[in-house]
């Protein structure tokens, strides 16, 4: 605006604000007379008084004269200024530092420029506010504090102290790898503001900082606008001036078009050229902006490996030259459909899989299964040679001058990290899996002696041990049942991240991967009847999650676990009271991260898992109606996930299966006896399958005579005693077979023992049946009797003292198993039968 034409809006606005608010439309209208632009000029400023929170006010603004350079304040509020940081369209970025005695912390501070254009600036301005108090990510600057001081509008955003990701990537001599990997990290961060409704509109090295530690940090929301506001229309404001950064602007900024997520991914797609090439592929130098705008509009960029330095153009030719173009299609519905469809497809070609952007033939996906596979298909050709090949490898390893220490690594990583995951989840994997994670700890092994004290090698070996134990242990994926083991490789990756976090207090990583080892512990510890070493490590993991959660406020999800943990500790101890608001916190929390990452395979079974666990606690409290409600949640989330990958995820067919015998079992204290069957039968028939397809898992076949015994106990009052008995002798069989592969299991021990009470009391009620012939009864006595027996010898060798998993009581069998077995016994000496309440 010219200084004459704001000299006169000026004088117009402060004698308006002079004039109460009835009477400043007369004095507008008379004032501006048939000059219509002048009084929109005039009412869009006057539109801004009196609509901030803050103590803003536009009488205090009109007064500054628009200035060449802004004075740099000494304060601002309670922070002190130390330097300026720089200088953008809205505002001044400061680095200061806050001294009010509280505590000490730099912290970048935005503050609003004064002049002519500050009124219609106050509306972007508090706008950014508001974004960036939504956006709470570990990629993302936070925003800390904000307000006004001295009539200085200003918000307070965490410091980044780091170089723009180009620049980063350039001084750091990464590898195409390596700024793949650092770019997907930057493709999360977008890709949580766009589920948070909110594009970035400026997407540009400047904007994404990253730190000494490597951690991008995305900044500037300052032209980010909401997908819609609460009205349901996104807020507009004329702003004078192109406000966009040519060199990274999709050809819809340019031609001024409405925006979504497709010209943020259009800016990603031209920065990630611009990592693997060094070249902006719409910006060379020398240019001007009119010619930067036609080469984004008409000119077709060069494939990426055409730029490159010769050393590099062999890797970006083919699968990332397509990914790369694809995502900056001069038409949106070209691109990518979402930043996560972008983010994967890098991830497929590092892992060397097909990716999307290119149109695969039957030879590129032949070329790609086989590159990605070739240890895999070793394996299946070769099986009768593996020893031998491990045998060769580790002598190799052993002799250091003759081997490539680097490559044995990597192909450690391959076999563990990839092909391991590769076939976790397919049916009858579990003994595949177990020989891979042997064969890779093998190797490994020689590594940690030959590497020393190697952080990320003592990180992946503690990833390897725990892999390994949850192959021996874990009851959802499918194991062998093998506490011993599972216990001996729990401790070992227990020992390597206590040494990581002890050198290291800051290693969320290695703390993150300790508490989640130590809940493991937790539970093996359970199993094998230890029960003061599993309190101790499910404070531990607690202990750390919550160390963990109040160090990165801005990962809601870290404190929803501390809490899931917290609350799960507390129901071990059956202090339900306790344990209620912890588990509706908890849920709500991954509820809410849900809502953020509905792709998020984590945060959607810790969702189930947290519902599930609220349903549990219900139930003990009485509130049957709400247990209900929140088993049904937790069974949703889990059979849409396994709806979506199929029936073969035996991980989530696992899950599905407990949560059917949780439903099916509160139907069934609610009377529903027919709903609670049919769910019982079809969590056994998904448990069922899975043995069947792994006879190695024995933990399918352990959960399955659980779900016999529920079953069991269900037809049993339902008045069914012949169902009910066939049941429980089948969950007494598999119980015993699995003692004999792990006679230390307390769990397998107690539910011997359950089951073999219960298997007693209904041929006693079988027994006891009117019209019963003698002999007939007498035989039934008699197994009775034998079912009582076992289940005495059980809780003899049982070392637990209350309850089992804070809900399986062996008190109450204790007490009532030997007063039923004289009474069995007494009937069969006087030949005559025994009133029982059974």
């Known amino acids: 605006m010219k200084a004459d034409r704001w000299t006169v809006v000026r004088e117009i606005l402060e004698n308006a604000l002079d004039l109460e608010p009835t009477e400043r439309i007369k004095f507008v209208a008379d004032a501006c007379g048939n000059d219509t632009e002048l009084r929109s000029e005039v009412d869009e400023y006057l539109r801004y008084e009196g609509v901030s929170e803050t103590d803003f ?14 004075q740099d304040p000494e304060r601002i509020g309670v922070y002190r200024v130390l330097r300026r940081l720089g200088e953008g ?59 006004t001081a001295d009539g200085q509008i200003y918000f307070v955003m965490e410091y980044v102290d780091g170089l723009p990701v180009t620049m980063y990537c350039r001084d750091h001599k990464l590898t195409v790898r390596q700024r793949l990997q650092l770019f997907c990290r930057v493709c999360e961060a977008v890709s949580y503001a766009h589920g948070k409704l909110i594009i970035h509109r400026d997407l540009k090295p400047g904007n ?15 032209l980010a606008r909401m997908f819609l506001d609460s009205t349901g229309v996104e807020p507009t404001i004329q702003m004078t001036g192109a406000m966009l950064t040519p ?110 952007a290119a149109r695969g033939s039957t030879y590129y996906r032949t070329r790609k299964y086989v590159g990605r596979h070739r240890w895999g298909l070793g394996v299946c050709v070769l099986g009768s040679m593996m020893a031998a090949g491990a045998a060769t490898m580790i002598w190799w390893q052993g002799q250091q001058a003759k081997m490539r220490f680097n490559d044995v690594r990597d192909l450690a990583h391959s076999v563990i990290f990839e092909l391991h995951d590769a076939v976790r989840d397919l049916p009858g994997s579990t003994s595949a899996r177990k020989l891979i994670v042997e064969r890779a700890l093998q190797y490994l092994r020689k590594l940690e002696a030959a590497g020393g004290n190697k952080r990320d090698l003592q990180m992946e070996m503690a990833a390897a041990y725990q892999k390994i134990g949850e192959v021996q242990s874990d009851t959802s994926r499918g194991s062998l049942g093998d506490t011993a083991g599972a216990l001996e490789s729990f401790v070992s990756a227990r020992r390597l991240l206590d040494h990581l976090v002890r050198t290291d207090a800051n290693d969320s990583e290695a703390e993150q ?25 499910a404070r531990k993991a607690a202990e750390l999650q919550w160390d963990l959660a109040r160090r990165h406020p801005e990962t809601p999800k870290l404190k929803a676990a501390a809490l899931r943990l917290s609350a799960n500790n507390l129901g071990k101890l059956a202090d339900w009271k306790a344990a209620l608001p912890l588990w509706q916190q908890a849920a709500a929390a991954y509820d809410e991260a849900a809502f953020q990452s509905p792709n998020d395979p984590e945060v959607l079974e810790r969702q189930a898992t947290s519902h599930n666990g609220l349903a549990q606690t219900c139930n003990q409290l009485g509130q049957l109606t709400c247990a209900l409600e929140q088993y049904e949640v937790a069974l949703r ?116 023992a359950w089951s073999s009470a219960e298997l007693g009391d209904v041929i006693v009620r079988g027994a006891e049946a009117p019209g019963q012939a003698e002999a007939r009864s007498q035989l039934a006595w008699k197994r009775a009797t034998a079912a009582y027996e076992r289940s005495a010898q059980c809780l003899a060798l049982l070392k637990l003292d209350g309850k089992l998993d804070g809900l399986l009581d062996d008190r ?20 005559h039968p025994m009133a029982a309440n059974h």
Request: overall charge negative; aromatic content about 6%.
């Open 637 to 752: 989330i889990d059979s849409a996930r396994l709806a979506a990958t199929g029936p073969d995820h035996t991980r989530l067919a696992m899950l599905v299966s407990f949560r059917l015998v949780d439903l099916g079992w509160i139907e069934h204290s609610l009377g529903k006896q027919r709903d609670a069957v049919a769910h019982e039968e079809r969590a056994l028939a998904l448990q069922e399958r899975i043995a069947e397809a792994d006879p190695q898992n024995t933990m399918a076949r352990l959960e399955s005579a659980k779900t016999l015994i529920t079953t069991g106990l269900i037809q049993r009052d339902g008045k069914d005693l012949n169902g009910a008995a066939q049941s429980l002798q089948k969950a007494k069989a598999i119980f015993e077979s699995m003692l004999e592969l792990d006679p230390s299991n307390q769990s397998t021990l107690f539910h011997l």
């Open 812 to 831: 109450s069998l204790r007490a009532a198993v030997p007063k039923r077995l004289r009474e069995c016994r007494a009937h069969l000496a006087n030949g």
């Open 89 to 147: 369209g809205m505002g001044v970025v400061y680095l200061a530092e806050r001294d009010d005695d509280e505590y000490r912390q730099q912290v970048a501070i935005k503050a609003l420029k004064p002049g002519p254009q500050s009124a219609r600036l106050l509306y972007m301005f508090r706008r950014e506010r508001q974004i960036l108090a939504q956006l709470q990510h570990p990629n993302i600057a936070h925003l800390m504090d904000g307000g």
């Open 57 to 70: 006010s536009l009488g205090r603004w009109i007064s500054v004269e628009a200035a060449d350079e802004v």
């Open 247 to 356: 060199a990274y602007a999709s050809p819809e900024q340019v031609r001024g078009e409405p925006l979504g997520t497709a010209t943020d991914l259009y800016s990603l797609g031209v920065l990630l050229y611009e990592l693997l090439t060094g070249a902006n592929p719409q910006a060379p130098e020398k240019m001007s902006p009119i010619e930067v705008c036609r080469t984004i509009l008409e000119a077709e960029p060069q494939a990426p490996s055409h730029v490159a330095d010769h050393a590099n153009r062999r890797e970006l030719a083919g699968d990332l030259d397509n990914i790369v173009l694809k995502a900056i299609r001069k038409e949106p519905e070209h691109r990518y459909a979402s930043v996560d469809d972008f983010r994967r497809d890098i991830e497929r070609y590092i892992g060397g899989f097909p990716v999307h």
């Open 513 to 537: 991967m300790l508490s989640n080892v130590s809940q493991e512990l937790a539970e093996v510890y359970e199993l094998r009847g230890d029960e003061p070493a599993r309190a101790e490590a």
């Open 208 to 222: 994404i900082l990253v730190t000494v530690d490597g951690d991008p940090k995305l900044l500037d929301f300052g």
